[in-house]
């Protein structure tokens, strides 16, 4: 007799987590029409619904009125600089790397940066990623605007994918499909998705400019080892 496979809740959970990221590529491609065919997809897609809320699988992959409204009654706790483990991706050529936040090919044309939101983030998240953007576009000529067919380059915002708990973002833009990774709910404060897209726009620590030893002196023994830069 043939034998029937039942889906365990732990065997659901783990496709859940190894499909979420799958998913968004999905998401993204579909809001998209001449995107690439998603028919390979067909068994990512009916996984994630089976592991999602309706609500979540309609979040749209990008910000909405309703999020920067969201936003802006998030509370202090919300806003504040939390601070957690924070990485940075810098090309690994050093006469590069020096030059990074300068370097022409790194900066976003016309200060236009494209971007697409994972459906996992929920409205509190969103909202928190909304008044982020906000405080970046109120004070620069900056626009975060969604990604269309057309756009090569952009920002995937994201969680993590749960294997590490830290956020990182590259630093400039990198090239086609760029992750600005997130953990939640750790990594979940304006202040610290601030942080981060201002690493993907181009900048850099101000302690870690190429010119910082003409203008301050750093004490080295007070510095743990891992930490120098």
């Not at 990074?100 to 928190?128: C, G, H, T």
């Not at 990623?129 to 109120?138: F, G, H, P």
Request: aromatic share 12%.
């Amino acid at each position: 007799t043939p034998q029937t496979h039942v889906e365990t809740s732990s065997t659901l959970t783990d496709k859940c987590s190894i499909d979420h990221m799958r998913m968004d590529s999905v998401v993204f491609q579909l809001s998209n029409i001449s995107s690439p065919s998603i028919s390979n997809e067909h068994s990512a897609l009916i996984t994630f619904t089976r592991c999602n809320s309706i609500p979540s699988v309609l979040r749209p992959p990008y910000l909405t009125d309703e999020d920067f409204e969201r936003g802006k009654a998030l509370t202090f706790e919300e806003r504040r600089f939390k601070w957690t483990d924070f990485r940075e991706y810098l090309p690994s050529n050093s006469k590069t790397r020096a030059n990074v936040w300068i370097a022409q090919k790194y900066k976003w044309p016309n200060a236009r940066v494209p971007y697409v939101i994972s459906s996992l983030y929920n409205n509190d998240e969103r909202a928190i990623i909304a008044e982020s953007i906000r405080e970046w576009e109120s004070k620069t000529c900056i626009r975060f605007v969604p990604a269309s067919s057309q756009d090569r380059d952009y920002l995937e915002l994201t969680p993590n994918d749960g294997t590490n708990n830290y956020c990182y973002s590259y630093v400039g833009r990198q090239g086609g499909r760029q992750f600005v990774k997130m953990y939640a709910p750790t990594c979940m404060s304006v202040g610290q998705y601030v942080h981060e897209l201002g690493h993907a726009i181009g900048f850099g620590h101000e302690h870690q400019r190429p010119d910082r030893d003409n203008y301050v002196e750093i004490k080295w023994e007070n510095i743990d080892p891992k930490l120098e830069f």
